[in-house]
């Protein structure tokens, strides 16, 4: 008696564990962002159900200003991730044509004063090839120093080796 002391303690106190990653291709989108750019945006989203402690302050300008993580939506499945942009690949690099610089503060993608169409526009810090709801229609580029909105056709997306789906997240 008494002897196997230790084999359902292990079990029982599990440490909180990291979810699995799974590799996705950012058919859809694939948008850098911080630790900053997340936490703003959950407290802007009031919809997306996080609930945040109110108890607890975030000093926001502690959080990481680094783009180390991306969002990546798939083309096919509608599958959403949160990804190590380390682990992003580009087979090859996303292309937009018909492409207008837009204004980064308007709400609807309009375009920047004085923006001409550009015929090809190199997608080097994002992208989103569908539009949301409400907005105007065509694709997003985003360039280090522009975002643009694109009528034509997009070539090229990204695949990340290591992201967390709400699959793959464990369930609370």
Same mark, same amino acid.
């Given at each position: 008696?008494?002897?196997?002391?230790?084999?359902?303690?292990?079990?029982?106190?599990?440490?909180?564990? /990291? %979810? %699995?990653?799974?590799? =996705? /291709?950012?058919?859809?989108?694939?948008? %850098?962002?911080?630790?900053?750019?997340?936490?703003?945006?959950?407290?802007?989203?009031? @919809? *997306?159900?996080?609930?945040?402690?109110?108890?607890?302050?975030?000093?926001?300008?502690?959080?990481?200003?680094?783009?180390?993580?991306?969002?990546? /939506?798939?083309?096919?499945?509608?599958?959403?991730? =949160?990804?190590?942009?380390?682990?992003?690949?580009?087979?090859?690099?996303?292309?937009?044509?018909?492409?207008? /610089?837009?204004? @980064?503060?308007?709400?609807?993608?309009?375009?920047?004063?004085?923006?001409? %169409?550009?015929?090809?526009?190199?997608?080097?810090?994002?992208?989103? =090839? @569908?539009?949301?709801?409400?907005?105007?229609?065509? *694709?997003?580029?985003?360039?280090?120093?522009?975002?643009?909105?694109?009528?034509?056709?997009?070539?090229?997306? =990204?695949?990340?080796?290591?992201?967390?789906?709400?699959?793959?997240?464990? @369930?609370?």
């Amino acid at each position: 008696m008494g002897g196997g002391s230790g084999t359902n303690t292990t079990q029982a106190a599990k440490p909180e564990q /990291e %979810p %699995p990653k799974v590799p =996705l /291709e950012c058919g859809n989108t694939y948008v %850098p962002v911080s630790e900053q750019d997340i936490y703003v945006m959950s407290q802007q989203d009031a @919809k *997306n159900g996080t609930q945040t402690d109110q108890k607890e302050k975030v000093d926001v300008s502690k959080l990481s200003q680094d783009k180390n993580m991306a969002i990546c /939506e798939t083309a096919t499945g509608g599958k959403t991730g =949160l990804c190590d942009v380390s682990t992003c690949q580009v087979p090859q690099v996303t292309v937009c044509t018909q492409c207008t /610089e837009v204004n @980064k503060d308007s709400p609807d993608f309009a375009p920047a004063a004085g923006a001409t %169409p550009v015929e090809k526009m190199q997608c080097d810090s994002g992208y989103v =090839l @569908k539009t949301p709801e409400n907005k105007q229609a065509g *694709n997003i580029c985003m360039t280090k120093t522009s975002a643009f909105t694109c009528a034509g056709e997009c070539q090229g997306v =990204l695949a990340c080796n290591k992201c967390v789906t709400e699959d793959s997240a464990p @369930k609370a």
